[in-house]
């Protein structure tokens, strides 16, 4: 999909299905969007959702970057300069990080897509990292808005007051 090379972008969704995938279906003529559904999203982990995505993904998917929903301040250049240096280094993570301290999105290569599917319920993504921390590739970022998240409309009127 255009400068940053996606092919698709699929969003897991949980809580307000329905009104997500309304607001999905609007935007869909223009980007390639496709909705999933983690029915179990209410036992709040992470990696059920992140499985989901893996396991609806394309069969000719490569990577899949893991962007968080409460992101929305997360800068182009970041994810452009994560896909290339997947394509140029052939890493099997890249991680982006601001004064040594790793954050989103990351990309993670289909070869370990499989340890991804098949982690222990009750383990996190940072446990995969963690796990896997020899593989990572990671990329220095001017900007801290790899370690922020907005939670709520409060967060965001912030975020927008500061941006």
Same mark, same amino acid.
């Given at each position: 999909?255009?400068?940053?090379?996606? #092919?698709?972008?699929?969003? =897991?969704?949980? +809580?307000?299905?329905?009104?997500?995938?309304?607001? =999905?279906?609007? @935007?869909? +003529?223009?980007?390639? !969007?496709?909705?999933? /559904?983690?029915?179990?999203? +209410?036992?709040?982990?992470?990696?059920?959702?992140?499985?989901? #995505?893996?396991?609806?993904?394309?069969?000719? %998917?490569?990577?899949?970057? &893991?962007?968080? #929903?409460?992101?929305?301040?997360?800068?182009?250049?970041?994810?452009?300069?994560?896909?290339?240096?997947?394509?140029?280094?052939?890493?099997? !993570?890249?991680?982006?990080?601001?004064?040594?301290?790793?954050?989103?999105?990351?990309? &993670?290569?289909?070869?370990?897509?499989? +340890?991804?599917?098949? %982690?222990?319920?009750?383990?996190?993504?940072?446990? @995969?990292?963690?796990? /896997?921390?020899?593989?990572?590739?990671?990329?220095? =970022?001017?900007?801290?808005?790899? !370690?922020?998240?907005?939670?709520?409309?409060?967060?965001?009127?912030?975020?927008?007051?500061?941006?």
């Amino acid at each position: 999909m255009g400068k940053a090379r996606l #092919g698709e972008i699929l969003i =897991v969704t949980g +809580a307000e299905r329905e009104k997500i995938e309304g607001l =999905v279906a609007a @935007f869909s +003529a223009e980007y390639p !969007l496709r909705t999933v /559904h983690n029915k179990d999203y +209410a036992q709040n982990e992470m990696l059920l959702s992140l499985q989901v #995505g893996l396991a609806n993904l394309a069969p000719e %998917a490569e990577a899949a970057l &893991v962007v968080l #929903g409460d992101q929305p301040q997360i800068q182009p250049g970041t994810i452009s300069l994560i896909i290339e240096t997947y394509l140029d280094r052939k890493a099997r !993570l890249v991680i982006p990080s601001f004064q040594k301290r790793r954050g989103h999105p990351w990309l &993670v290569d289909r070869q370990l897509w499989k +340890a991804l599917l098949n %982690a222990l319920p009750g383990s996190t993504p940072r446990d @995969f990292l963690d796990r /896997h921390k020899t593989l990572i590739e990671y990329i220095s =970022v001017k900007t801290d808005t790899i !370690l922020q998240d907005i939670d709520t409309p409060g967060d965001y009127k912030n975020y927008q007051k500061q941006a």
